[in-house]
Nanobody, 123 residues
Framework: VQLQASGGGLVQAGGSLRLSCAAS????????MGWFRQAPGKEREFVAA????????YYPDSVKGRFTISRDNAKNTVYLQMNSLKPEDTAVYYC?????????????????WGQGTLVTVSS
C-alpha cells in the first residue's frame, strides 16, 4: 500500500490542523493505521492509532484529549485532527499502515510508511 500524507503547515499555539493520509494500491480496510511524529534531534514517537474498522483508537498521554484519529474506508483516507496545539507538537508527522489486528503502537508493527508532513507550532 502507498501512503501520501498532507495537511501540515505553520500554526500558532492553541490552533488546530487536520492531517490527511491517502492510501492506494491495496484494500485500505485491511490495514490498521497509525500516526507517528519525529521532532528534530529526537526519536520517532507514536501519536495515534486506529483499528481496521475504525472502531478502536489509542493515544499516548502526550496527545490524549487534543488529537483525534479517524478513518474513512470509502475514501481510503485516515485523518489526524490536532487541536490545542503546542510548540512541542512541532515535528514531521508520518502516517503508517499495519496488517496487525487491534491498534498497533510500535514502529515495528507498521510495514508501510508515508513520506511525512511538517507541522510547525509557533509560540
Amino acid at each position: 500500500v502507498q501512503l501520501q500524507a498532507s495537511g501540515g503547515g505553520l500554526v500558532q499555539a492553541g490552533g488546530s490542523l487536520r492531517l490527511s493520509c491517502a492510501a492506494s494500491g491495496r484494500t485500505f480496510s485491511n490495514y490498521a493505521m497509525g500516526w507517528f511524529r519525529q521532532a528534530p534531534g529526537k526519536e520517532r514517537e507514536f501519536v495515534a492509532a486506529i483499528s481496521k474498522s475504525g472502531g478502536n483508537t489509542y493515544y499516548p498521554d502526550s496527545v490524549k484529549g487534543r488529537f483525534t484519529i479517524s478513518r474513512d474506508n470509502a475514501k481510503n483516507t485516515v485523518y489526524l485532527q490536532m487541536n490545542s496545539l503546542k510548540p512541542e507538537d512541532t515535528a514531521v508527522y508520518y502516517c503508517a499502515a499495519s496488517v496487525r489486528f487491534g491498534i498497533p503502537r510500535l514502529d515495528d508493527d507498521y510495514g508501510y510508511w508515508g513520506q511525512g508532513t511538517l507541522v510547525t507550532v509557533s509560540s
